[in-house]
């Protein structure tokens, strides 16, 4: 399993970034995929997830701003992120689930700042 995550760089608050996460080695399309982040000095977070099925569900300091989605055509797992705020800063990195164990991507930079 390889999730291959990227789209990260440096915007001024207000400003937006497309996160891409392009997966192998697993049947994408039934897997739950999400994303987390982990600014400096503190605990890695989730940030959106979404189903098989398309359902969505969002950290509250994200909702309205971020919006998760899926190519399963693609196996590519997207984080549309809108009016992006200093506090955004952080690594992000895309996780799903197989055979009961975490598999992580390698991580892409967001720094948010003027």
């Known amino acids: 399993v390889q999730l291959q995550a990227s789209g990260g760089g440096l915007v001024q608050p207000g400003g937006s970034l497309r996160l891409s996460c392009k997966s192998t080695?697993?049947?994408?399309?039934?897997?739950?995929m999400n994303w987390y982040r982990q600014a400096p000095g503190k605990q890695r977070e989730l940030v959106a997830s979404?189903?098989?099925?398309?359902?969505?569900d969002y950290a509250d300091s994200v909702k309205g701003r971020f919006t998760i989605s899926r190519d399963n055509a693609r196996n590519t797992l997207y984080l549309q992120m809108n009016s992006l705020k200093p506090e955004d800063t952080g690594v992000y990195f895309c996780?799903?689930?197989?055979?009961?164990?975490?598999?992580w991507g390698q991580g892409t930079q967001v720094t948010v700042s003027s």
């Open positions: 996780n799903t689930k197989y055979k009961l164990r975490p598999y």
């Open positions: 080695g697993i049947n994408f399309k039934i897997h739950t």
């Open positions: 979404i189903s098989s099925g398309a359902a969505t």
